[in-house]
T-cell receptor, first 115, second 113 residues
């Protein structure tokens, strides 16, 4: 069974540009989470999807970030326009449906560098 | 608010040394507690967990005990190996906040032969 995959693994963009990160969860997992680790600090929660619905987006830093999960399968996280402080590693995780308390399986992350 | 504090790294040990990584938390109620590990080039993996006070989680020789009185969940291993070199994250999850995990800043462990 394939794990959680993320694309790209690394992205370098200039300030003001747009970047879209993609996450493919484990097949059949209804819950999908986005997290971010900035500058070696703690990993912070961004948002939680249940199928295609946003269950909790309390961690989204501002309106430059847009997350979607059309059809309840893969998810994208768009940053537009990117700022220097958006640099970090973006992790995606998924867990089985029925309860949000199932084990979360993480992808390898996307390292975003904004110059 | 809810938070997790870990000892700062990096931690460098010789093979077969004893490992302790301290983790304390702040949360109301009775959160579930976790240790995740990130090996180089890989995603986070759940290492162990405990869901109530005095529970001991264990896996791959690692152990951690949920101490409500000291709000701690320290990670220990009696004899580390080079293959244990990784970044370790302590995390909590509140029962009434869905699946959201709250992480500490991570502790990098390097084990030398």
């Amino acid at each position: 069974e394939a794990g959680v995959t993320q694309f790209p693994s690394h992205s370098v963009i200039e300030k003001g540009q747009t970047v879209t990160l993609r996450c493919d969860p484990i097949s059949g997992h209804d819950n999908l989470y986005w997290y971010r680790r900035v500058m070696g600090k703690e990993i912070k929660f961004l948002l939680h999807f249940v199928k295609e619905s946003k269950q909790d987006e309390s961690g989204m830093p501002n309106n430059r970030f847009l997350a979607e999960r059309t059809g309840g399968t893969y998810s994208t996280l768009k940053v537009q326009p990117a700022e220097l402080e958006d640099s970090g590693v973006y992790f995606c995780a998924s867990s089985q449906g029925g309860t949000p308390r199932g084990e979360q399986y993480f992808g390898p992350g996307t390292r975003l560098t904004v110059t | 608010g809810n938070s997790v504090t870990q000892m700062e790294g990096p931690v460098t040990l010789s093979e077969e040394a004893f490992l302790t990584i301290n983790c304390t938390y702040t949360a109301t109620g009775y959160p579930s507690l976790f240790w995740y590990v990130q090996y180089p080039g890989e995603g986070l993996q759940l290492l162990l967990k405990a869901t109530k006070a005095d529970d001991k989680g264990s896996n791959k020789g690692f152990e951690a005990t949920y101490r409500k009185e000291t709000t701690s969940f320290h990670l220990e291993k009696g004899s580390v190996q080079v293959s244990d070199s990784a970044v370790y994250f302590c995390a909590l999850r509140r029962g009434n906040q869905g699946g959201k995990l709250i992480f500490g800043q991570g502790t990098e462990l390097s084990v030398k032969p």
